[in-house]
C-alpha cells in the first residue's frame, strides 16, 4: 500500500468543539516524519506537507486496520501490540533525548516545539486542571459518580501530586513526545501497529506517553466486565491485557537500555562515556534512571484515567458501555485506582506488582 | 550615579582563555533588563545596548562598591547582604516562573533564552562533567589533593547524583536564571548589593542559581582558616558568614512564598486558585515546593563547591592562600562536605541543618 495514500486535512476538534489552531498540522507532520525515522515499521509514512494549506499526504492504512481502542472493545487480541509499542516507544524517545543528542541540537529541537504552546496548553487544561475543579466541560457517568467527582475535587493529596506532574509537563524538555498516545492514537491489525495523530508533540516528559498508553490499556481492563456477555465472560482477555502491560513496560525498558548502551560512545550529552566508564556506574546511573522514569510514567498514567473518567474526553471503552449504572461501576473501579496509582506510584518497584494492584482492585 | 555609565564591551572570557560568542551580550543585557525590571535596587540599569558591536552601557557601580569575593577574603561584614540577595533571587526567581507566567509567555521566553546555548554547554562542562573525568582543564592543588581529586572521578555515587542534577540543569526550563551567581558576580558596599553578569542566563532550574550563591558562601566560609592572622583568628567572621547562609534561605523562603501568595489569583498556570482553593491544600503544595527547591538548591551548591576545588576555575577566597599546604587543608574540607551535600542533600530538612553540617565538618 506504500503508493496509495490519504490527504489528510487539519479540521477534527478535541472531542468537544475546541477551536484548534491549523498550525498543529505543521507539528503533527513533523513528528510523524521524526519519528517515522525512527520507527518506520510503526509511523505511516508522510508523502507530502502542504503547511499554508494544513493537508498532511500519508501513507492510506487500509482495512483490516482499525482503532486499538475499537479492538479493545472488541475483546481482540493483538499478539505483537506489546512487542511493536515498546519498540516505537524506546526508539522516538530515545533518539529524541539527550542520551542521544547534543545540548545544541537538543535546544535547537526544543525551540521549535515550543511553536505548539496552544496544544500543550489544551492538555494542560484537560488533564492536569479540570479534573480537579468544578469545570463547565467536566461530564462523568451522574447520579452515579457525583459524589467521586466531588471527591477528586477535595482532594489534597492528589492535588499535591497532579501539580508536580503539571510542573514536569510544562517544564521538561527530555525527549520528542507524541504528547496523545491513547488507544485512539493507534491502529492495529494482527500483525500492525502504526502509530497515528501526533499533533500534540512537543519535547516534553517520556513519561508522558507512556503512562497515556498503559494508563489508556488500564481503562480497557477496567472497562471488560461492562462488556461481558453470555458465552464470554472477558476473563481471558482481562489476562490478556494485563499480560500485555506488563510485557510492554518490561520490553520497552529492555529496548531502551540496549539502545543505551549501543549509542553509549556517541554523541549524547548526558552520560559521558569518560565518566559513566564502568559497569558499576553505568548500571547504577541506568537503573535510577529507568526507576525514576517508570515512576513518571505511573503518575502520567493515573493522572490520564483520572481524566478520562471525570473530564471532558472519555474513552469508548467505557462509553459504550450502554447502561448507566453497569458504566459507573467499572468507571469508579478504574478512578479509585487511578487515585491510588497517582498518590502511591513511588512504592511501585516493577510493573509487576502494579499488575498484582489491578488485580486486587477488580 | 544614576546619570554616570559605563561601557562593558564583551571581550571577557571564562577565567582560562575560553573562546566565546559575542552573542552572549544579548543575553546579559536581556537579563540585566528583565531582572533589572524586577529587583531594580539590586541590579544595574542599563541606559544602551547595541548588539552589532556587543556593547552594554550601564550604570557605573562606582567605589567603595567591590567584588563580594574580595569582601569575603577581607573579612568584612555585610550587614544588608542576606536581606538583598534573598529579595533579589526571590523576585527574579519568583515573577520568571509558572507561579506567575502563563504558558504561552513562558514558551516564548524559553524559546528567546534557548539561543544562550553555548554558554549553558560551558556550564555543562565545567560544572556537572569535567571534575568527574580526566580533563586537561581541571587543576588543584597538587600534590596535596592528587587523591582527593581521583576519590572524586571513581566515586560512583556522586556521579549519580551529578548525572540528575545535569539532566535537570539541560531540561527543566523553571525561571529565568541568572546562570553564574557566584560571590564574584555580586558587587557590594556596607547598604548596596548588585548582581551582575548575567551572560550565563537562560531558563532553567532556580535552584541552580540559589545554590550557586549558597556554596560560594559554603566555600567562603572554609576559605577563612587560611585568611586567620594574629589577632584576627576569623572566628566571629565564620560566625557570620554561617549566619548569613540561614539568613539568606530563610529570607528567600518567606519572601518567595508570600509573593506566590499576593499573586495567587494572577495569570500564573502552575498553581490555579480555582484547584488549590483553601488553606490546608496552599500549605501543603507550598511545604512541597519549598522542600523540593532546597534540595535541588543544596545539589547545586554542592556540584559548584566541587568544581571550584578540582575543576578548571577556582576561587579567589581559596587561591589568596599563599602556601599550598595550607589550602590544600581548607579545601579537602571544603571538598568534603561538597560531596557529602551532593550525597545526602535530601536527609536535610532545613538550613540550619546544613549549618549545623558545616560546622561539624570546619
Given at each position: 500500500s506504500g503508493e496509495q495514500g490519504v490527504w489528510n486535512v487539519c479540521d477534527r476538534s478535541a472531542g468537544h468543539s475546541w477551536p484548534m489552531t491549523k498550525e498543529r498540522a505543521y507539528f503533527e507532520a513533523t513528528t510523524l516524519r521524526k519519528h517515522g525515522g525512527l520507527s518506520p515499521d510503526h509511523v505511516p509514512q508522510v508523502y507530502h506537507f502542504d503547511r499554508t494549506m494544513a493537508l498532511i499526504g500519508m501513507r492510506y492504512l487500509e482495512?483490516?486496520?482499525?482503532i486499538l481502542s475499537k479492538g479493545l472493545v472488541a475483546g481482540i487480541q493483538y499478539p505483537f501490540l506489546a512487542e511493536h509499542m515498546s519498540d516505537y516507544m524506546a526508539k522516538t524517545l530515545f533518539f529524541t533525548s539527550l542520551l542521544y543528542h547534543n545540548t545544541t541540537e537538543h535546544r535547537r529541537a526544543v525551540t521549535e516545539f515550543c511553536g505548539n504552546v496552544e496544544l500543550c496548553r489544551l492538555t494542560e487544561q484537560v488533564v492536569f486542571s479540570d479534573p480537579y475543579r468544578v469545570s463547565t466541560f467536566n461530564r462523568w457517568t451522574s447520579p452515579y459518580l457525583d459524589d467521586d467527582a466531588k471527591a477528586v475535587r477535595e482532594d489534597s493529596a492528589l492535588k499535591l501530586e497532579i501539580a508536580e506532574l503539571k510542573s514536569m509537563f510544562c517544564e521538561r524538555a527530555q525527549a520528542l513526545i507524541h504528547g496523545d498516545l491513547h488507544t485512539g492514537s493507534v491502529m492495529v491489525t494482527q500483525d500492525s501497529t502504526q502509530v497515528i495523530d501526533p499533533e500534540f508533540s512537543f519535547y516534553g516528559p517520556m513519561g508522558f506517553d507512556i503512562g497515556a498508553y498503559l494508563g489508556n490499556l488500564i481503562l480497557a481492563f477496567f472497562a471488560q466486565d461492562g462488556h461481558a456477555a453470555e458465552g464470554n465472560d472477558r476473563k481471558e482477555y482481562k489476562q490478556w491485557i494485563l499480560r500485555t502491560i506488563e510485557q510492554t513496560w518490561n520490553m520497552f525498558s529492555k529496548r531502551f537500555i540496549a539502545l543505551w548502551d549501543q549509542n553509549k560512545d556517541g554523541h549524547g550529552e548526558a552520560y559521558l562515556a569518560d565518566i559513566y566508564n564502568n559497569t558499576e556506574v553505568m548500571q547504577l546511573v541506568q537503573e535510577n534512571y529507568m526507576k525514576n522514569l517508570f515512576h513518571d510514567s505511573l503518575g502520567f498514567g493515573a493522572a490520564k484515567m483520572i481524566r478520562r473518567i471525570v473530564g471532558v474526553a472519555h474513552v469508548e471503552d467505557f462509553e459504550s458501555i450502554k447502561e448507566d449504572e453497569e458504566r459507573a461501576v467499572c468507571e469508579r473501579k478504574a478512578l479509585e485506582f487511578g487515585k491510588l496509582l497517582l498518590k502511591e506510584r513511588r512504592k511501585f518497584k516493577c510493573i509487576g506488582e502494579v499488575v498484582s494492584a489491578i488485580q486486587q482492585q477488580s
Open positions: 482495512p483490516p486496520h482499525i
